[in-house]
Structure formats: structure tokens, C-alpha cells
């Protein structure tokens, strides 16, 4: 009988597509107050909240005294929500009670942690160090450090080939009438869903970032000033038609865009991006939702 329950347990455990707990295993915050900063998980219960008394203390008003626990059992590392007041969430989809796997985010209040786990924990960790001085924890797209080397190396490329290479910076409009009226949580979501749909409509070659706030940034080799206009006005019609829900609620969203290319008179990256941010904000004094791409 022992030996039955043991089997049952075993193919429970792989219907679920659970694996068995690795040696070693922790989370990494990528997105918010502490970043990069790592918490071992042990063979105990670790709990997470607002209160000091946590285990891991994430000091903001979204989150509740003592908001998740990650506990330890023979099947893996699971994280349960203890009836929060705003939920937690793993890879955008709020729980109750879920195993974590290698690479999954979770999501308490606005800061965001990532589970790793492995044999070598140390060298998943540093990885993900890494990574963080590369792409933005929220949106997961590349951050402005890299967006500003990438675009030297591109201007570069461009110049000493004499190839053509456009710049496209965005931003949402009343973004922070967003935030007022849907919440700070709402706004997060927005972020997130609008860096989707810019990867959606890129190409491979192209490199999507986000500048700052709500402003982005696409860098597009290989495309002169009036196929970048084309590219911005697309993406303006496709935010425009898109339904942005957040828990059930829908908030239309609209975009402001400007374009610059490789023209003569920039010297650097630099200049390309002051240009292109002149024209958004052009698009924004204009009256918003549209694309700027020229100086008159």
C-alpha cells in the first residue's frame, strides 16, 4: 500500500509538469527597490510583506502586512497567497497557491522577484546580474543603458556602410491619468502589454527599449526616414485599436511618436536621439496620437 502511494505522488507530480526540488534555490528581485538583491530559499517557510517581521519586506501600500508565503515539500517550491488584498502573481496570472518553476516571475505589489533554482545556483544568479544591466525587470525588453550603446554601434555600422538607419522614440498619452484613475498596478500592466506589441510588429533585427517612464525607444537599421513613419503610424493604429484590460476594467490608451533618420547633421547617437524626441514632442504638442517625422 505504501508503495502505491508513492507511485501516485510520483505521476501526480509529472502530470503538473513539476520537477523535483533541486539542490539549491532562491529569488532574485529584478524590478523594484533592492535590485539584483537574492533571498536563499531554504527548508523552511519564508513570508512576504509589507511588515518588517518578513522574511522579505516589500515596503509599499499595494502590499499586505504579510502578503505571500514560498514554502518547501517533497515536490518542489511553492508560493502561496495568504488572501492578499491586491493578489499575487506568477508570469502575470494570479494564484492562490502554485509550484515555481526555473525562471518564473512573480509579481507582489509593484516589485517583481524571478525563482532560479539549478545545481549551480550561483552561476544562474550571476547570469541573471547580468541580464538586469541589460533589460528592464518590468517590461522585459532591453533598458536605456543598452538601448544608447546599441544605437552608437548601429550609427557606426551605418556610416562606415553608407546604409540607412531610423530611430523611433514613443511615448503613452496621459500616462499619468492612467495611473490616477486605474492605479499604479494598472499602469505596470499598460507597460508591459504596449512592450508586447512593439515586439510583436518589430523585426528580429530591430532593438526595442524602454527609454524611461512610459517613453520607448525602437532602433531600426536598415530602414530610411519614410519606411520608419510607415512603421510608427502602424503601431500607432494597432495601440489605438487594442483592448488594454486590467482586471476586467478597460482603458483606452493612445501613442505620440517621432522619427529621425541618419541625416546629415548628426554626429552622434546623441543627436539622433534629441531629434527624433523634438519630433514626439512635437506629435504631443500637436494634440497627441499621431507621428511626427519631419521638421515642418
Known amino acids: 500500500m505504501r508503495d502505491e502511494t508513492i507511485v501516485t505522488v510520483i505521476h501526480k507530480v509529472e502530470d503538473t509538469g513539476l520537477q523535483r526540488r533541486k539542490k539549491d534555490a532562491c529569488i532574485v528581485v529584478i524590478y523594484g527597490a533592492e535590485l539584483g538583491r537574492k533571498y536563499a530559499i531554504e ?5 512576504i510583506g509589507r511588515a518588517t517581521v518578513n522574511d522579505i519586506c516589500v515596503s509599499q ?3 499586505s502586512r504579510t502578503h505571500a508565503t514560498i514554502l518547501v515539500d517533497e515536490h518542489g517550491v511553492k508560493i502561496r497567497d495568504n488572501v492578499s488584498t491586491n493578489g499575487t502573481y506568477v508570469n502575470d496570472h494570479k494564484i492562490h497557491e502554485v509550484y515555481l518553476k526555473d525562471g518564473d516571475l512573480i509579481k507582489v505589489g509593484r516589485s517583481i522577484f524571478k525563482f532560479l533554482t539549478g545545481d549551480n ?6 547570469e541573471e546580474i547580468y541580464r538586469l544591466s541589460t533589460v528592464d525587470g518590468l517590461t ?3 533598458n536605456k543603458r543598452y538601448f544608447v ?3 552608437e554601434r548601429e550609427l557606426s555600422r551605418a556610416r562606415r556602410y553608407d546604409r540607412p538607419l531610423a530611430l523611433m522614440m514613443f511615448d503613452i498619452d496621459h500616462f499619468k491619468k492612467c495611473n490616477d484613475t486605474y492605479g499604479h498596478r494598472a499602469g505596470d500592466h499598460v507597460l508591459r502589454h504596449m512592450a508586447d506589441l512593439v515586439r510583436q510588429r518589430s523585426r528580429k533585427v530591430d532593438v526595442i527599449a524602454r527609454y524611461g517612464g512610459e517613453e520607448f525607444a525602437v532602433v531600426l537599421p536598415e530602414i530610411d526616414l519614410a519606411g520608419a513613419a510607415q512603421f510608427g503610424e502602424s503601431l500607432r493604429r494597432m ?8 482586471e476586467g476594467r478597460r482603458i483606452p490608451l493612445a501613442i505620440s511618436v517621432g522619427v529621425a533618420d541618419l541625416e546629415p547633421g548628426i554626429a552622434n547617437a546623441d543627436d539622433l536621439i534629441k531629434k527624433a524626441d523634438a519630433r514626439l514632442y512635437r506629435a504631443k504638442q500637436g494634440g497627441r496620437n499621431r507621428v511626427v517625422a519631419s521638421e515642418g
Request: charged content about 30%.
Open 43 to 47: 527548508n523552511r517557510e519564508m513570508t
Open 61 to 63: 501600500d499595494s502590499v
Open 121 to 126: 545556483i550561483e552561476s544562474s544568479y550571476h
Open 140 to 142: 522585459q525588453i532591453f
Open 149 to 151: 550603446e546599441t544605437l
Open 239 to 246: 495601440v489605438e485599436e487594442e483592448e488594454f484590460v486590467f
